[in-house]
Structure formats: C-alpha cells, structure tokens
C-alpha cells in the first residue's frame, strides 16, 4: 500500500510553518495515542503514520529532501544524512512526547526529589497607604508543616535508612509497553523518590514533616502597592522525606484612603475652594502622604478642575531613591443657604458684573447664537 503524502497526513500546506506542523502533529498524537485507543490497531497504524510524517517535517534538511523527491528521499537509507536508514522510531517518539507532554509520556529526566516538595503558601497582608509609604515589619501567623526534628526529615526512625523501592528498584521510574511504544512513568509506590521507608519515624509516620503553627517577621519595603506579591524562598511547607520546602507569597492589599487616591508613585486629591478665594487668589495648605503640610499659591482667577503639581510628594519607587508626585485638582465650591447679606452682594455683583470677566461664557453664547442663527 502506497504511502500518503505527508502533509495530507498532518492535515497542513506544504508552505506550513514549523509551528504549525508541530501543532498539527499534538492534535493527532493527543488523538490516537495507544493509551487512549488500546487495542484499536487503526488508531496504532495512524499514530505511527503522524509521528513518521512530523520526524521527516520537523527536520528543514529531512523535509527539504521529502520535498524535493517525496518519499524515494528515504528509500533503502536514500537521502544522505536526512534518511531514515535503520532509524528507532520508538526512541524519536520518546524524545517528542517528552517534549510535548513531559514525563508522563516517556520523560523522567527530572529529579526523584522533585515531587517531594513542600507546597507553596499565600498569605494575604492588609497594610494602610501610610504603611505603604515608608514601609513596615510584623509578624505574621500560619499553619504550616516544618521538618519533623526526631527524624531531621528523612522520615525513617532515628537509626534506620530508606531502602529501595521494591517496584521501581530505586530508579524512581517505571516502563510499561502499550504495543510498539513504551511509556515511562513516575513510580507509583514511591512517587518518583526510588525510596521506601521500612521503619517510619514514629514522630511523622513516615512523611519527614508535621503540621505546625508558624510566627515569622517580615518586611514590607516601601512603595508596595495593591496587589503586590512577595516571594519568601523556602519559608512554605516543608517537603516530605527530605525534600526541598515550598515558597510563602505575600499578597499586599492596600486600603483606600479617605484624601489620597494613588496611581502608580503619584498621589491625586481633590480640594474645595470658595468661589471668592478661586476669583481673589489665596494662599492655602494641603495635606502630604508623609504626615507633614505643604502650602499652595491659588493664583486670582482659578477655575475649577486646575491641578496643581508638587514635585517629589507622591509614592516613593519600590526600586530607587525617587519619589511620585502629588497632584491637587482645585474645585470651586459655590455657597448654599446664603444669608440676606449674602445674597444682596451677589445681585449686586451680578449687576455690574463685566461679562468680560467670564471668557468661558461669552464664547459659550457666541457659539450658541451662532447655532441657532444657522
């Protein structure tokens, strides 16, 4: 039976890019997989169709040959040293699905003390916008598992030693055949350790860890802001029978603030002014992060909305000596329940009132008149 074309058999162009053919190739080993298909011989023959097509594809020096004289390239070892000749399909299946789908399909290069560690642990850590500004220490209390100190977290019994796995003989690994191809996968028995605890610790049974409650002090560095995530190496849980701990993450949640509202390292509020200060002019003071003041100049004729910027008032950088910027939007507060007084000097102002004084609404009404005449 004559073979298929090897781009009808990926399903691709032959102007498909490499990862496009690799993409190809996943779907159809996914699809036909021995595991997935025991004993369907048809989903065999065509798993090993897909993995000889994306062997020869996958290769620019093998797929140049395959496409300058198709399949003869590979004939009787043809096509110099992009043939195939005696090639071990089973070991280039191996390599592939490592690659693609990591140990479960034929890995194993990983270390036996790997799947022993610890967990890693989040710690959820409320702190003020002050707080944030110039940084802080406390000490924070989890529930955890630390190192069992009778066994110093080998988990056999003080005196005694793991031996070797009985199914795996140490290796931490076991093969199993599924027709043509063989699967390596992680001991079941000893979880890829290649270890057995004959004489478990009576402390931990075994495991080399015991729950426990756990105080430490950390630092918060100034500058943090919401949703910052501290990494703590070593300080999660701790691994089993000797391995390596887990990593504590802190995620800093910063509360709003009743005056400043934060933008990155730059700080924004708002501030009322009389309609008098806004038309006069005034000198004010305002508020800053660090708990001291700082004194504005509201020049005569402030409209309401202008920001004013203070250079260095802002958020410090979490990396660096700098600092953000404070920004003051000043918002011109008009009076309510005006006193007789009060209200005979504004008709009064409205009545000599220039409307030059107020381009705003001169140009407004311009427009307006203009519209309608139109």
Same mark, same amino acid.
């Given at each position: 039976?004559?073979?298929?074309?090897?781009?009808?058999?990926?399903?691709?162009?032959k102007?498909?890019s490499?990862?496009?053919?690799k993409?190809?190739?996943?779907k159809?080993?996914?699809?036909y997989?021995?595991d997935?298909?025991?004993?369907?011989?048809?989903?065999?023959e065509?798993?090993?169709e897909?993995?000889?097509?994306?062997?020869?594809?996958?290769?620019?020096?093998?797929?140049q040959?395959y496409?300058?004289?198709?399949?003869?390239?590979?004939?009787?070892?043809?096509?110099?040293?992009?043939?195939?000749?005696?090639?071990?399909?089973?070991?280039h299946?191996s390599?592939?699905?490592?690659?693609?789908?990591?140990e479960?399909?034929g890995?194993?290069?990983?270390?036996r003390?790997s799947?022993?560690?610890?967990?890693?642990?989040?710690?959820?850590?409320?702190?003020?916008?002050?707080?944030?500004?110039s940084?802080?220490?406390?000490?924070?209390?989890?529930s955890?598992?630390?190192?069992?100190?009778?066994?110093?977290?080998s988990?056999?019994?003080?005196?005694?030693?793991?031996?070797?796995?009985s199914?795996?003989?140490g290796?931490?690994?076991?093969?199993?055949?599924?027709?043509?191809?063989?699967?390596?996968?992680?001991?079941?028995?000893?979880?890829?350790?290649?270890?057995?605890?004959?004489?478990?610790?009576s402390?931990?049974?075994?495991?080399g860890?015991?729950?426990?409650?756990?105080?430490?002090?950390?630092?918060i560095?100034?500058?943090v802001?919401?949703?910052?995530?501290? %990494?703590?190496?070593g #300080? @999660?849980?701790?691994?089993? =029978? *000797?391995?390596g701990?887990g &990593?504590l $993450?802190?995620?800093? !949640?910063?509360?709003?603030?009743?005056?400043?509202k934060?933008s990155?390292e730059?700080?924004?509020f708002?501030?009322?002014?009389?309609?008098a200060d806004?038309?006069?002019?005034?000198?004010?003071?305002?508020?800053t992060i660090?708990?001291?003041?700082?004194?504005?100049?509201?020049?005569?004729?402030?409209?309401?909305g202008?920001?004013? %910027?203070l250079?260095? #008032? @802002?958020?410090?950088?979490m =990396? *660096?000596?700098?600092?953000? &910027?404070? $920004?003051?939007?000043? !918002?011109?507060?008009?009076p309510?329940?005006?006193?007789?007084?009060?209200?005979?000097?504004?008709?009064?102002?409205?009545?000599?009132?220039?409307?030059?004084?107020?381009?705003?609404?001169k140009?407004?009404?311009?427009?307006?008149?203009?519209?309608?005449?139109?």
């Amino acid at each position: 039976m004559a073979k298929r074309d090897y781009y009808e058999v990926l399903g691709v162009d032959k102007s498909a890019s490499a990862d496009q053919i690799k993409s190809a190739y996943r779907k159809l080993a996914v699809k036909y997989h021995p595991d997935k298909n025991k004993g369907d011989k048809g989903a065999e023959e065509k798993f090993k169709e897909a993995s000889e097509a994306y062997h020869v594809l996958s290769n620019s020096e093998r797929k140049q040959n395959y496409d300058n004289f198709g399949h003869a390239a590979f004939e009787n070892g043809g096509g110099g040293r992009g043939g195939f000749g005696n090639f071990d399909f089973s070991n280039h299946f191996s390599d592939i699905f490592e690659d693609f789908f990591g140990e479960g399909f034929g890995g194993g290069r990983r270390s036996r003390r790997s799947n022993n560690r610890g967990s890693d642990l989040r710690y959820d850590l409320s702190i003020s916008l002050e707080e944030a500004f110039s940084g802080k220490k406390q000490d924070i209390k989890f529930s955890t598992s630390e190192k069992c100190d009778n066994c110093s977290g080998s988990g056999s019994k003080p005196g005694h030693q793991a031996g070797a796995c009985s199914m795996c003989g140490g290796h931490g690994q076991v093969r199993s055949s599924q027709g043509f191809f063989t699967v390596q996968q992680t001991c079941p028995q000893c979880a890829g350790a290649g270890e057995e605890i004959t004489h478990p610790c009576s402390s931990c049974n075994g495991q080399g860890k015991k729950q426990a409650s756990k105080r430490l002090s950390v630092t918060i560095p100034k500058g943090v802001d919401d949703g910052t995530r501290i %990494r703590l190496s070593g #300080k @999660g849980e701790a691994g089993s =029978r *000797g391995g390596g701990s887990g &990593d504590l $993450y802190l995620f800093i !949640n910063v509360h709003s603030h009743d005056l400043f509202k934060r933008s990155d390292e730059n700080l924004f509020f708002e501030c009322p002014v009389s309609i008098a200060d806004a038309a006069l002019g005034t000198s004010i003071e305002i508020p800053t992060i660090d708990g001291g003041k700082a004194k504005i100049k509201i020049p005569a004729g402030t409209q309401s909305g202008k920001q004013f %910027r203070l250079r260095g #008032k @802002g958020m410090p950088y979490m =990396r *660096g000596n700098d600092f953000g &910027d404070l $920004y003051v939007q000043v !918002n011109t507060e008009v009076p309510i329940s005006l006193n007789k007084e009060q209200k005979e000097l504004l008709e009064k102002f409205r009545e000599i009132e220039n409307v030059k004084s107020n381009p705003s609404i001169k140009k407004f009404f311009q427009k307006a008149k203009s519209f309608w005449k139109n």
